[in-house]
């Protein structure tokens, strides 16, 4: 499968096609939900797919790695050192990492603001020194790079219905539900990172902070304050999927099933967490296989059905996923009080 996707991308030459295959398995191996998703897009936009998530898949595991022995210092380096490769690499075109050439490919290909790559790496190095957030606006000051400018990645790939300036605040907003999902799924993983990623002001107002977190996760014990806040927390990220949803009829038929099932999924996640009880800070909640099938099966309907209605010619022209004029830079807001969410 992965050499069809090559062949039909028009990637030929042999080290590119590994650095694009190496993004796909970290792809495979750390974003499930999202891999599945992908499959449903047209085979020629896969790999610039999987070289975005690929390469955010690489700065992650340098910030948020358990292994001991990777202290502050080493991770510091290491994202130094990825931060030069990225900025070689979209200037000349060629990296010795693969990530980065497969990443700076896509860009070329797809005219991708570098801006959304540099707001990218400046979030990630904000998780070496940052460990928890105030109040919702400063975590959504860092979402913008850690989660709004994927959404603005992909919408080139996806390709839009619409000027691209105008699905660029759904996409945004698309990318921030999905890592709030994250945060409330992997409460208890970030308290054993030494992070927590739900806003202070919101935890305060049900009487949690991170001591209590640290004693539920360290004692297996749930306590009715947590619950409450993660309860608040869940209808905080809804609100943001809300308003993120009319985006979906903005992209080109073909591309829809796939972020549609990417929107179900996520959203499934949330429905895992309540059904949990909210235990999250305790154990990570999981969307059961039988519903991940049947959506992807749903998904699958779709992407079919739109594929034979672009080979009759029928709907609006898309915009060109490929070889298109990069859109100009679109405001996502940075800053919104606890309850209210991004567009």
Known sequence: MTARELDAAGVTDPSLREAYTRCRALNARHGKTYFLATRLLTVERRPAVHALYGFARWADDI?????????PELRERA?????????TGLREGRSGEPTVRALADTAHRYAIDHRHFHD????????????DY????????YMHGSAAVIGLQMLP???????????????????????????????GEDLDRGRVYLPADLLAAHGVDRELLRWSRDTG?????????????????????RRAAPGI?????????CIRTAFVLYGGILDAVAGSGYAVVRGRAVVP????????LDGLVRVTAARLAAGRGSGRPATPAAAVRPAADTAVPTSAPVGQEVA
């Not at 105030?134 to 000051?141: E, H």
Request: aromatic content about 6%.
């Open 157 to 187: 790939v996806l390709g839009t219905v619409v000027p691209r300036e105008e699905a660029a605040p759904h996409a945004a907003a698309l990318g921030v539900a999905f890592q709030l999902t994250n945060f409330l799924r992997d409460v």
């Open 79 to 87: 994202l130094d050192r990825l931060q030069e490769e990225l900025a």
């Open 249 to 257: 009829a903005m992209l080109d038929p073909v591309s829809r099933p």
């Open 221 to 241: 014990r749930p306590d009715p304050r947590i619950t409450r806040a993660l309860r608040a927390f869940e209808a905080l990220t809804r609100d943001v999927y």
């Open 120 to 131: 990218f790496m400046a979030s990630m190095r904000s998780d070496l020194e940052v460990t």
């Open 63 to 71: 910030v948020d790695s358990l292994d001991a022995s990777a202290t």
């Open 134 to 141: 105030a109040t919702y606006a400063d975590l959504d000051a």
């Open 289 to 296: 296989r039988r519903r991940r099938a049947a959506v992807a």
